[in-house]
């Protein structure tokens, strides 16, 4: 079989299954592993697929945004274990910004250790687990986004620019090497951006599953936060990332 001929068939399997293990396409394209590995390092260089453990899987749509109910379902051990690392920076008077992830959701649990802490947000979802927690809060205005429960839009925006942030903990859709931090909605990234710009320390929480991603709208580059994922799902060579941010991985 001819390498175009391959590379097809092995884009095309991948767009049916949405996720292909290694052995499976050595057995249909009846080569060896070693030039299915140099294959699929190829496509990916192509942007025609995305390498995972032991296989390979179909890019995601840039639009393509998981509701509030699938978000929090996928990765529940990893976004627990970025949380609750996560959780552990926060210091003593520190002012801190929330963003409307599910990861960041899971880091109220945690908040158990720091005294006499402020937390701004924009998530309709955080404010009942924190008034739990007796943590003095502030909601940020604009509209509600029903998706993801996130105030967005000029009033957020608004909002957002009378206070600044010790920390600041944001999800992502997407993190990539080149093309930094992304999220599918402009009014999301929006706040997201203002959130990085005015923090003195600012932080991606990301299960390693969005290492590579890329979604439509910008949040900030890549050496403007620090990334904080796991390692269960890491495909990808992180030496990609060294020299341009700091990437915390727990276990």
Sequence with gaps: ??????HKLIVDLVKEKNVVKIQELVEVTNSSESTIRRDLTLLEDEKQVKRIHGGAAKLKGKLIEPDLIEKSAANLLAKKLIAKHAASLIEN???IFLDAGTTTLQMVPYLTNAENIVVVTNSISLIQPLIEKNIKTFLIGGY????TAAMVGRGAIEGIKNYRFDKAFLGANGIHHEL??????????NIKRFAVSLSREPFILADSSKLGEVSFSNIADLE???IITD????SIDLESYQGKTEIKVVK
Excluded at 144 to 147: E, Q, T
């Design 144 to 147: 509600i986004k029903p998706r």
């Design 224 to 226: 403007e936060a620090v």
């Design 231 to 234: 390692e269960e799902n890491i």
């Design 180 to 189: 930094g931090y992304t999220t599918p909605d402009p009014d999301e990234a």
């Design 93 to 95: 008077g520190d002012s």
């Design 1 to 6: 079989m001819l390498t175009p001929e391959r």
